[in-house]
């Protein structure tokens, strides 16, 4: 199957659990075209057993690399769909992720992964709702926090393609912040990012303004270290850059915070 092509790497990363269950499910529709409930199961496993499989010939790289590509997808979904509608401008930044790391058909492909997994939210929401709670706990368990603030940040940005968040979409951020166990204030200081005042600064670095300087230096010696590109270089090249821009906008905050104080 040409999908497996580019999720391949997943075989031998991260099989088990929901993850592999959404992967399985997806499979199976692209063989028969069924969305049945009673093939959910038996796709799972039957990938699982696949996987099993093709484990030695996966590196962990690229395993890592494609688990990441693959939940973020399913995690989009979920944000994407928080209010009932699919924008184009949120589904073409999609579609531009996937181009620029795997090329043209790879886009398609994970369009029509992202299609598919519409199809099976839709089916039945609080079912995909629990389906994304239990892949967020995989997730946890495979990824470092660094890693999980990089799939959370382009969850950000992909809610923020059409140049505002809906108020369901920033609950299913918050829902996604806390089921990836991540900092409370994650969602509030990455929306702070890239903002010009002085008030957008203290909020990327997540203090108050009163904080002392101790607790201010402290603050961005966090973020620095919690969004180093170094730590999300087995993520890929696009997602290493990411990274880059969002440590490029926390020492922009520093130093706005830093000339304001004379530091």
Known sequence: MAVGKWIGGILGF?????????????????????????????????????????????????????SFRFSLLVLA????????????????FVRQFLRQ??????MQQGQSILLRLFDIQKQDERAYRIHVHDCCSQISQHLTETQRLALFAFLVEISKADGTIQKEE?????????????????????LGLGGKTLADAYQVLGVREDATDAEVKAAYRKLALQYHPD???????DVRRAAEKKLQQINEA??????????
Not at 77 to 92: G, T
Not at 101 to 106: I, K, P, R, V
Not at 231 to 237: D, R, S, W
């Open 14 to 66: 991260m099989t088990a659990g929901p993850l592999g269950l959404l992967l399985g499910y997806f499979i199976g529709s692209l063989i028969d075209g069924a969305f049945g409930e009673n093939k959910i199961e038996d796709y799972g496993n039957r990938f699982g057993q696949y996987a099993e499989q093709q484990t030695s010939a996966s590196s962990y790289d690229e395993g890592l690399s494609n």
């Open 101 to 106: 790391n795997f090329g043209d058909e790879a």
């Open 170 to 190: 920033e609950v299913a951020l918050k829902e996604l912040e806390s089921w990836l166990l991540l900092p409370g204030q994650t969602l509030s200081q990455m």
């Open 231 to 237: 730590k999300v270089t087995a993520l890929g090249e």
């Open 77 to 92: 979904a979920y944000v994407i769909r928080a209010d009932k509608k699919i924008m184009h401008s949120e589904m073409e």
């Open 254 to 263: 520093k130093e706005r915070i830093w000339k304001a104080r004379g530091l």
